[in-house]
């Protein structure tokens, strides 16, 4: 089984300040159509999960584009330009290139400083 | 915009049952692949169960398996998962989530299984 593996998993931050999270898969996630699969969600205390990125580097209709999604390979990166007070809440990566058996990783908190 | 509201939650004894429903609008559900998702209390995100478009389809994870089954009406615009056996370690929030990537997803369904 695919594993994912997301750090840290606690993220202070300072309002205005840049904020990333890594999140690195056991095996390669490019597909057999040569795309590769990664998903990122948001979680807002309290709330039900949000997809932010698919695709590794596509924005969802309304996330702000302070929000980016990079990498390749086993190797990714959520990156928040300058945090808002509104970005506070649990983000997780999603590996959906192995299915039938999709795999989620373990989450990072991400809290004002 | 995508809706997708989960029902049939609440408190069960080991080795009980329950059904859990799901009701989709704002997208054409037919041709969506649907997925249940559950969150224990305090913890982080784990796919259950996926099943395709026309219901041909279903995968489990490992821990449902044999115990879930996840059926969707498409006449009726909605998912379901039964779940048998349950155990104290499948207590969580059951979200639905829509599409191959899960677009979209429910509020979710409290399911407490205690004695």
């Known amino acids: 089984d695919v594993v994912m593996t997301q750090s840290p998993r606690s993220l202070p931050v300072v309002l205005g300040q840049p904020a990333s999270i890594s999140c690195r898969s056991s095996?390669?996630?490019?597909?057999?159509?040569?795309?590769?699969?990664l998903t990122w969600f948001q979680q807002r205390p309290g709330q039900s999960p949000r997809r932010l990125i698919y695709?590794?580097?596509k924005r969802d209709s309304g996330v702000p584009d302070r929000f980016s999604g990079s990498g390749s390979g086993t190797d990714f990166t959520l990156t928040i330009s300058r945090v808002e007070a509104e970005d506070v809440g649990v983000y997780y990566c999603?590996?959906?290139?192995?299915?039938?058996?999709?795999?989620f990783g373990q989450g990072t908190k991400l809290e004002i400083k | 915009e995508v809706q997708l509201v989960e029902s049939g939650g609440g408190l069960v004894q080991p080795g009980g049952s329950l059904r859990l429903s799901c009701v989709a609008s704002?997208?054409?559900?037919?041709?969506?692949?649907m997925h249940w998702v559950r969150q224990a209390p305090g913890k982080g995100l784990v796919w259950v169960s996926r099943?395709?478009?026309?219901?041909?389809?279903?995968i489990y994870a490992d821990s449902v398996k044999g115990r879930f089954t996840i059926s969707r009406d498409n006449a009726k615009n909605t998912l379901f998962l039964q779940m048998d056996s349950l155990r104290v370690d499948d207590s969580a929030i059951y979200y639905c989530?829509?599409?191959?990537?899960?677009?979209?997803w429910g509020q979710g369904t409290l399911v407490t299984v205690s004695s």
């Open positions: 989530a829509s599409g191959g990537h899960l677009v979209g």
């Open positions: 704002g997208f054409t559900f037919n041709t969506n692949w």
């Open positions: 099943i395709n478009s026309d219901g041909s389809h279903t």
């Open positions: 095996q390669s996630l490019v597909y057999t159509d040569g795309n590769t699969y």
């Open positions: 695709e590794v580097s």
């Open positions: 999603m590996q959906p290139t192995h299915w039938p058996l999709y795999t």
